[in-house]
């Protein structure tokens, strides 16, 4: 069960824990991490188990960093497509026919502000801190991502944390409806264990459809295609301009970056 490079994976009972065991690159969501992420969510896709756990490793200072920076495309390519690793992942939590639980310590940025929203029930360490910082970079985040997050916490709130990109506390996440749950560290652990060996003894049919019905109804937004083709020639124009670029050069060369705008 173990042979992944990237994570550990143990069951307990009837539940899956996927751990990170990519801390050298503070859990950015490389291909490479996500495809043994991937792999290990086809293999727990068993009957005997009812329940999955995503984690970093005890006592995290970064759940996870987010999008890989340097996998991102220099240019002239939308650097959050369909095929995007990260894309793949978050699809697949929310069609895997078992809850995701995501558990969290340490600090949250980026894709992974947007993995965790991907999840079923989101439970955190009363220290952990989360931004969303496509604004940093200068990159259009795609239709499918600003969904994920729009549509469980409140507009004003989300436009703040996006236009920002200020780190917000774990007490502002629970309150806006981003957490289910924030508990000291010592008892974070215990806190996700109860609440997935709860979902354990409950009929994972009805589960399974249930939250499919819930996919498919949040998903049920009418948007036509003209607008969504005129969305996508916007971003096209930002993901092609001189920012996006100075926003990469600006994090490589780690300074601030100096956006003018084209
Ligand atoms: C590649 C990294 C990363 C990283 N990628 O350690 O949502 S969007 O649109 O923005 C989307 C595109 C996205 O998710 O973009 C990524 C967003 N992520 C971030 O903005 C977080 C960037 N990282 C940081 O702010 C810091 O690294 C944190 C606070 C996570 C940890 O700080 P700490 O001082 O502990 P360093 O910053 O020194 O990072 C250690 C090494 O990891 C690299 C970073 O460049 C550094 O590389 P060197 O050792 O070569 O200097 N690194 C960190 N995050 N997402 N590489
Ligand atoms: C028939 C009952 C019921 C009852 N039907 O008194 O949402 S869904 O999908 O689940 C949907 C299908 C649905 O709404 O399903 C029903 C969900 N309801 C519940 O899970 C509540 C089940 N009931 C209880 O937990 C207890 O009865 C409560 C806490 C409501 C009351 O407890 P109390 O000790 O005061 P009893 O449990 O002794 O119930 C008295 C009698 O009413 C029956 C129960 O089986 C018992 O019958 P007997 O006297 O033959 O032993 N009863 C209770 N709820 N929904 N029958």
């Avoid at 801390?23 to 490389?30: D, E, F, G, T």
């Avoid at 006592?59 to 369909?82: A, C, M, Q």
């Avoid at 399974?208 to 969504?228: G, Q, S």
């Amino acid at each position: 069960m173990n042979n992944y490079e990237f994570i550990n994976v143990e069951i307990k009972d009837r539940v899956g824990i996927i751990e990170f065991n990519y801390v050298k690159k503070l859990n950015a969501l490389s291909e490479c991490f996500i495809q043994d992420i991937l792999h290990a969510l086809i293999v727990l896709n068993v009957p005997e188990i009812r329940c999955v756990i995503l984690r970093a490793p005890k006592g995290s200072k970064v759940f996870s960093s987010g999008h890989d920076i340097n996998e991102l495309p220099k240019t002239k390519r939308d650097p959050l497509s369909y095929q995007d690793p990260l894309r793949i992942l978050t699809r697949t939590i929310q069609r895997y026919p078992k809850p995701v639980i995501a558990m969290v310590q340490g600090s949250v940025w980026g894709g992974g502000f947007e993995l965790i929203m991907s999840t079923d029930i989101v439970i955190a360490s009363d220290k952990s801190t989360f931004a969303m910082t496509p604004v940093n970079l200068g990159v259009p985040y795609n239709v499918v991502g600003i969904h994920n997050l729009i549509r469980d916490a409140g507009l004003h709130v989300m436009k703040e944390v996006i236009f920002t990109a200020n780190p917000i506390t774990a007490e502002k996440a629970l309150k806006i409806g981003i957490l289910n749950h924030i508990v000291p560290d010592d008892e974070l652990e215990s806190k996700t264990l109860e609440i997935a060996n709860l979902i354990c003894e409950k009929a994972p049919l009805a589960i399974e459809v249930i939250k499919e019905e819930m996919r498919v109804l949040c998903e049920a937004n009418a948007i036509n295609p003209d607008e969504f083709e005129r969305i996508q020639g916007l971003r096209r124009y930002v993901y092609d301009s001189l920012d996006y670029q100075e926003g990469l050069t600006a994090f490589f060369e780690k300074r601030k970056p100096n956006f003018i705008g084209k």
